[in-house]
């Protein structure tokens, strides 16, 4: 698995300040019959990710995932 992060960054006061963040995950070989199972883990792996759940509440997270 790997993945790329982007955000979106303003100048709020002469200050950046980080507003969104949009998530690639790229998961290369899963089988066929594992994919389900990595779709349902991508939709609620936010909730148990630290980062996630400390920036969440003050910076718009965003993810997907793509299989290669």
């Known amino acids: 698995m790997s993945s790329e992060a ?3 960054v303003v ?12 998530v690639r995950y790229r ?3 899963c089988p066929d019959d ?3 199972a990595a779709e ?10 630290p980062v996630a759940k400390s920036i969440g509440s003050c910076i718009d997270i ?3 995932l793509e299989f290669a």
């Open 6 to 8: 982007e955000g979106v």
């Open 27 to 29: 998961l290369e070989g």
């Open 40 to 49: 349902r883990s991508h939709t609620f792996h936010a909730s148990r990710c």
């Open 62 to 64: 965003t993810t997907e």
């Open 11 to 22: 100048l709020e006061d002469k200050v950046l300040v980080i507003k969104r963040i949009h």
């Open 34 to 36: 594992k994919r389900e």
